[in-house]
């Protein structure tokens, strides 16, 4: 019996500790705001996102968690209300791959109610590639082709853009204990980032002869399609024409269901935490 208490207590930690971990699982809807999408969160023009992770309870009310989320964002010129957006008739996709670690707080306890709202916020690195397709269906990365002058001499300003980027994602949701081991949520989290060329634009048109020399026919093709449309302007703009809103920087959003899972359950009920946010279960009278 004796060798039985001491073998109890000696994993006692290891089974608290394993109580506190979850691992969790995300799936629901990505999107963007930018020069091509307007509003910061919307349905339309969303695309399939999920994610997956891992998440330790602090306190009753505290929870850290990191993951990797992947999504895919896009935007189009043709389905814009602005006539001058319409014409202008640029379009991107991208896929976002994200890394986060972020703090949750929770305004109830999930170990005395069913449910509780919650906010978190934290820091993340995502990475993106923006490409669209031209008028043969042939797809193209953006990045490499500069299509607003990035990489030549003649803009020196217009540096090339990283496509693996830090932004600061923060949230709130709601979730719900299904039982000692499961939580279902619904929750809305926002990512500001950095950087305006998520969506490839951002400033002004640059000289049509200097993007030709420098990177090519196709970054001439790409950087400026009104001519595709029937009622568009074939003439290629002037340099410094405004192409973009280089005033504020892109946005990006992830929204739908969460599952967490706790590697060990606990009875309900029979279990109190420390102040410290360990739980220890009630010692039962031995007859």
């Known amino acids: 019996m004796r060798k039985f208490l001491a073998v109890l207590i000696t994993l006692s930690p290891l089974t608290l500790l394993a109580q506190q971990w979850q691992i969790t699982g995300f799936g629901g809807i990505s999107n963007y705001q930018g020069d091509l999408q307007e509003k910061r969160v919307t349905t339309?023009?969303?695309?399939?996102?999920?994610?997956?992770?891992?998440?330790?309870?602090?306190?009753?009310?505290?929870?850290?968690?990191?993951?990797?989320?992947?999504?895919?964002?896009?935007?189009d010129d043709k389905l814009a209300n602005d006539e001058f957006l319409r014409l202008r008739n640029l379009n991107f996709t991208s896929q976002i791959v994200e890394f986060n670690f972020m703090a949750e707080y929770d305004f109830l306890s999930l170990e005395q109610y069913k449910f509780t709202p919650y906010i978190f916020a934290g820091i993340a690195l995502f990475g993106f590639d923006p490409y669209t397709n031209d008028t043969l269906g042939n797809r193209y990365y953006l990045q490499p082709l500069g299509t607003e002058g990035q990489g030549l001499a003649e803009y020196p300003e217009n540096k090339p853009y990283h496509r693996v980027q830090p932004s600061l994602p923060f949230g709130a949701g709601i979730k719900f204990?299904?039982?000692?081991?499961?939580?279902?949520?619904?929750?809305?989290?926002?990512?500001?980032?950095?950087?305006?060329?998520?969506?490839?634009?951002?400033n002004r048109y640059v000289?049509?002869?200097?993007?030709?020399?420098?990177?090519?026919?196709?970054?001439?093709?790409?950087?400026?399609?009104?001519?595709?449309?029937?009622?568009?302007?074939?003439?290629?703009?002037?340099?410094?024409?405004?192409?973009?809103?280089?005033?504020?920087?892109?946005?990006?959003?992830?929204?739908?269901?969460?599952?967490?899972?706790?590697?060990?359950?606990?009875?309900?009920?029979?279990?109190?935490?420390?102040?410290?946010?360990?739980?220890?279960?009630?010692p039962k009278n031995v007859y």
């Open 207 to 282: 000289d049509q002869a200097a993007l030709l020399a420098g990177s090519g026919p196709k970054a001439v093709e790409l950087s400026y399609r009104s001519g595709e449309l029937k009622d568009g302007n074939p003439v290629y703009p002037v340099d410094g024409t405004k192409r973009g809103s280089p005033e504020g920087k892109d946005w990006y959003n992830f929204q739908g269901i969460t599952v967490s899972y706790r590697l060990q359950g606990r009875s309900s009920g029979s279990s109190k935490r420390t102040s410290m946010g360990h739980q220890l279960d009630c």
């Open 177 to 202: 204990k299904v039982n000692d081991q499961i939580t279902l949520g619904y929750e809305l989290g926002m990512r500001k980032t950095f950087t305006d060329y998520i969506d490839d634009i951002s």
């Open 44 to 75: 339309s023009q969303s695309h399939g996102a999920f994610g997956v992770g891992v998440q330790y309870g602090l306190t009753d009310h505290v929870v850290l968690r990191s993951g990797f989320t992947y999504g895919k964002i896009s935007g």
